[in-house]
Nanobody, 125 residues
Framework: VQLQAYGGGLVQDGGSLRLACAVSGLAFSTRCMGWFRQAPGKEREFVAAIKYDGGTTRYSDSVAGRFTMSRDRTKSTVYLQMNNLKPEDTAVYLC???????????????????WGQGTLVTVSS
């Protein structure tokens, strides 16, 4: 099982980035996927999640309206389009997969059994 996240980098305040997470070794079409982030010295926090069929998404309050999560079944890949980035968005972004798609727990790190290594996003002011 491998979740490979990429697309991070350095961007200025107000800029955009698109992250991707390629999944292998899992039945991608049956998994809900999530993006989390972890800033230095802080706990890992939920960013976004998408249902296995791509029909439902959920976002944290801090990114709603700026970030968009999507998935491509043909490529077994999920994406996170990040617009209007702010310095407080600086963190390592990690993708995760779960077979348990329950709305009450989809934002919890404990719901996810598979994690990628993360990609660093740095937003300069």
């Amino acid at each position: 099982v491998q979740l490979q996240a990429y697309g991070g980098g350095l961007v200025q305040d107000g800029g955009s980035l698109r992250l991707a997470c390629a999944v292998s070794g899992l039945a991608f079409s049956t998994r809900c996927m999530g993006w989390f982030r972890q800033a230095p010295g802080k706990e890992r926090e939920f960013v976004a999640a998408i249902k296995y069929d791509g029909g439902t998404t959920r976002y944290s309050d801090s990114v709603a309206g700026r970030f968009t999560m999507s998935r491509d079944r043909t490529k077994s890949t999920v994406y996170l389009q990040m617009n209007n980035l702010k310095p407080e968005d600086t963190a390592v972004y990690l993708c995760a997969a779960t077979a348990t798609c329950i709305s009450s727990t989809i934002s919890h790190t404990s719901a996810y059994g598979y994690w990628g290594q993360g990609t660093l996003v740095t937003v300069s002011s």
